[in-house]
């Protein structure tokens, strides 16, 4: 009888667990097409001006920039402020015009002049177009699906749709290691905080920005670079 009731208690702790780690990867919708709750600027309190819900999709255009808030001063970047993530799975759709250019911050914090200083980014970008439309010459590390100014992507992996197409990237973040994915395949892979990544940013672009990547939990953010954006079918789940 001892034994039975080991097993069965064994068994209900079993399933517990189980039940525990489903839920805990269960997918979160923060942007369900009809609504933006959770959405604001970064180290605002509300929605920048251009930002609208348009078709169900999350978009940014100048032409939505309405002419009593043209001398809108602060940051143009959003964030998704009701929650902050430290380990996840962050699915994001998103389509940009020729000569687009963005970015998804993770583990992002405010209080800072740009979002860029602190938060690691996943690089959206017009690679075929941009250094053309903006004379502009392009370094590898500012292409899409680098973790911006740290790591490349492998090219061989990488398929980029053109502009005016949507595209889909994922972001698996857990401290042991970081996968960026584009277009359902997996183009780079690196460990954070590593004594590699820090040798990488201490010697680059962030050598001056001494809390950029410090941070194990944040916000998720958006970039806006002046181009029309759009977002959808924006989830996230832990990890």
């Excluded at 605002?44 to 930002?51: C, R, Y």
């Amino acid at each position: 009888m001892n034994k039975i009731k080991i097993f069965l208690i064994s068994s209900l702790f079993i399933i517990g667990c189980q039940d525990n780690k489903k839920s805990s990867q269960e997918w979160v919708s923060l942007f369900d097409g009809s609504s933006l709750e959770g959405w604001r600027a970064y180290n605002g309190d509300q929605m920048p001006p251009g930002w609208k819900i348009v078709d169900s999709t999350l978009t940014f255009t100048t032409k939505q920039i309405l002419e009593e808030d043209y001398d809108y001063t602060g940051s143009r970047d959003i964030i998704y402020g009701a929650e902050e993530f430290e380990n996840f799975e962050l699915y994001v759709e998103w389509k940009i015009p020729k000569g687009g250019n963005s970015g998804i911050f993770y583990h992002l914090k405010e209080g800072y002049e740009a979002a860029s200083v602190v938060a690691p980014e996943y690089q959206i970008l017009d690679d075929e177009n941009y250094a053309e439309i903006h004379n502009f010459e392009l370094k590898d590390w500012q292409l899409t699906a680098t973790d911006y100014a740290m790591y490349l992507p492998d090219n061989s992996q990488k398929v980029l749709y053109p502009p005016g197409k949507w595209n889909s990237s994922r972001i698996v973040f857990t401290i042991e290691n970081v996968e960026y994915w584009l277009n359902d395949k997996k183009v780079l892979s690196f460990t954070p905080w590593s004594e590699d990544w820090y040798k990488r940013r201490n010697s680059g672009k962030w050598s001056n920005a001494p809390d950029y990547g410090k941070y194990r939990k944040g916000y998720i953010g958006f970039q806006d670079h002046g181009s029309n954006l759009s977002f959808r079918e924006i989830k996230i789940r832990k990890l």
